[in-house]
């Protein structure tokens, strides 16, 4: 069957989105292969499509438990045999999983990072017909990047497992460095690359100035029709923004991961069907979620990169209609900002403290636990041992990315169920013992597979069929268990830490210096940028942006808050540049006024001169002086 054919029969479309088709000729051709895609640009199509096209199975490597089940979920529903391993499944789960991979059960099998330095993967791994390695969030290899995560340095040594399998891997968001950093660490060999522009032509970017945030979010959400996505970084102040739009008549509503499941489920799913028109959220929100008709997207305080600002902001208008995304500060936000900056990267006695706590929490005894995976609860963490939340959640980051740990967020793993003695031992068990026959026949009724693998069950419906209380369910599973009948999971919510070595003596610590400079380096270039994007009020933003990403030959975009004012002015580019540049080389040397400025600026219109001037005053890129000269705005 051809690509074209797979793309028809399982996703319903007549053709391929743009780059698509080239990228999947490139996987099939053996190549390893780089896509870099902007968010809802059509990622997964170009692995998922080459897994089907030829014989075997695709491993998907993704750091997002939730994005992997979403996946998982979408793919069963087109017909289409996957699995996810992550943490949080018990080890006979991924023994189940990783068997039926081997024997051709799966056509894709999604696992996190951390999963490809254990011996069973490499061991079932090695006896798989594997056609491709696909690698999601690829940015996540390089240690200058925003979201560095050291279990994707050992993909190039997992290749080794899988020889002669091609590489694809994919990111919405990676600058040249990072780009060039992904290629050499994922050993590519003649490798290609693939970028599609980020530019958003229907996007209008903006930044405000604004100390009264809710009055002016109101009023935005009065002027523009249509659904939308406000981004603030702590839980309690998402439900009292979404609390001031239902006094004030907007529908609205609240997201974090500190909410339950149900909770969390239901929320989402108005939103989507546009039940509820404004989603107040942390970033948990958002992550695999495929909503065309956001048409406005505002962040109530300022990211710590480009690249988290980029990839949430272009959550608008992915239907290609004029859309807004609108970043708002304040003088708080400033000085959180710079605090940020000086404290982004914790100290080494932090870790190690951290750490300790860490492992006390958990009674872990020196040399044990590898491997290990805890539910982790953060606020009942740092109550415990009276650490400040926010320097203890960097504190983790780091001793993530120095491999102590690794982290996962929140996500719901339904109950799940495996049938592990022989259907003539179950049959004797079930007549020797009449207590269990209405629970087991219930069993084999309601779900099949259960004897080849896990499934997810629901104990609520299984005691409403049984007219029992959903804990003579729970209970008599247990008890089958005991009996080495099957395998019981009960459903679990709550962030995982996993300890991906032994516990150490937090004394006996080692940390690469050289590497956590480089890393504090890159931590301050990134928020540098993020603060010079909110500060600047003379260029382009979508060009900005652009930049940022290496794309360098980028038009003004004409319809961001910069644009929109520049375009008053009537000038063309090299105009503006020319007059602007002359400005600031005069006002380097000293403070001049305006007739003086205006007789310095050589073979230039002196009306345009006096507008530009004008425009640099009101966007607070000049100001005036004591003498009333005018002078540069440093910021």
């Known amino acids: 069957m051809s690509i074209s054919e797979i793309l028809r029969q399982h996703w319903g479309f007549s053709q391929f989105r743009e780059m698509q088709e080239d990228i999947i000729n490139s996987v099939l051709a053996g190549n390893d292969t780089l896509a870099l895609m902007p968010t809802g640009g059509g990622k997964s199509i170009c692995y998922q499509v080459p897994a089907l096209a030829k014989e075997g199975l695709c491993i998907v490597v993704s750091p997002l438990i939730a994005l992997m089940k979403d996946q998982v979920q979408h793919l069963h529903a087109k017909g289409v045999n996957a699995v996810a391993i992550f943490s949080g499944m018990s080890q006979r789960e991924i023994d189940v999983a990783l068997d039926n991979c081997v024997h051709g059960h799966f056509k894709l099998l999604y696992v ?41 340095l050992q993909i190039a040594e997992f290749r080794k497992v899988i020889p002669g399998v091609p590489v694809l891997a994919l990111t919405a968001t990676a600058t040249p460095e990072v780009v060039d950093d992904v290629c050499r660490k994922l050993d590519f060999q003649h490798g290609k690359i693939f970028k599609k522009s980020f530019l958003r032509k229907n996007l209008s970017y903006s930044v405000l100035y604004e100390e009264d945030k809710q009055q002016r979010i109101l009023k935005m959400l009065q ?99 004029k859309s807004f995304a609108v970043l708002l500060y ?49 606020a009942k963490f740092c109550k415990t041992y009276r650490l400040n939340p926010l320097s203890s959640y960097e504190a983790l980051g780091v001793l993530a990315q120095e491999g102590y740990i690794s982290t996962t967020d929140s996500v719901f793993m339904p109950s799940r169920l495996f049938i ?38 629901n104990e609520h419906e299984i005691a409403r069929h049984l007219k029992v209380n959903r804990e003579v369910v729970h209970d008599q599973l247990k008890e089958l268990q005991h009996f080495q009948l ?21 004394e006996h610590m080692t940390f690469d210096y050289e590497l956590l400079r480089r890393r504090r380096e890159s931590h301050v270039k990134r928020l540098t940028a993020m603060k010079q994007y909110a500060m600047q009020r003379i260029h382009c933003r979508s060009r900005e942006l652009l930049r940022y990403f290496g794309e360098t030959d980028s038009v003004r975009c004409g319809i961001c808050d910069v644009c929109l004012g520049r375009n008053r002015l009537q000038l063309t580019d090299v105009e503006f540049e020319e007059i602007t540049g002359q400005v600031r080389s005069l006002l380097t040397q000293h403070p001049l006024s305006v007739s003086e400025l205006v007789s310095k600026t050589k073979q230039l219109n002196e009306k345009q001169v006096l507008e530009t001037v004008q425009f640099l005053l009101d966007n607070e890129e000049l100001k005036w002086n004591e003498s009333n000269q005018l002078i540069l705005q440093h910021k």
């Open 112 to 152: 996190s990072p951390e999963r490809l330095t254990t011996e069973i993967m490499k061991v079932r791994a090695a006896k798989m017909k594997v056609n491709l390695l696909a690698v999601d969030e690829a940015h996540c290899v390089s240690q200058w990047g925003y979201d560095f995560r050291p279990p994707y």
């Open 223 to 321: 002027k523009v029709p249509g659904t939308a996505l406000i981004y603030v970084r702590n839980r309690r102040r998402t439900k009292e923004v979404a609390e001031f739009l239902k006094r004030n008549n907007i529908s609205a509503d609240y997201y974090h991961a500190g909410l339950d499941h149900a909770t969390r489920s239901a929320k989402q799913e108005n939103w989507m069907k546009d039940q509820t028109r404004v989603m107040v959220c942390t970033n948990a929100f958002g992550m695999g979620i495929d909503k065309s008709s956001v048409r406005l997207v505002i962040h109530w305080d300022v990211p710590d990169d480009l690249e988290s600002y980029f990839q949430e902001a272009g959550r608008a208008g992915r239907d290609e209609k």
């Open 330 to 378: 304040n003088k708080s936000d400033m000085i959180d900002l710079d605090d940020r900056l000086k404290h982004g990267i914790p100290t080494i006695k932090k870790l190690k403290s951290t750490y300790q706590a860490l492992s006390n929490f958990f009674q872990m005894a020196v040399g044990s636990g590898e491997g290990s995976s805890f539910d982790f609860d953060m």
């Open 420 to 457: 592990t003695a022989e259907k003539n031992q179950l049959y004797r068990f079930e007549v020797e013992n009449k207590k269990y026959e209405p629970l087991i026949r219930a069993l084999l009724r309601a779900y099949s597979g259960i004897f080849e693998e896990f499934v997810s069950i």
């Open 486 to 506: 099957l395998q019981y999971e009960p459903q679990k919510d709550a962030p995982q830490i996993v300890f991906t070595k032994p516990r150490l003596d937090s």
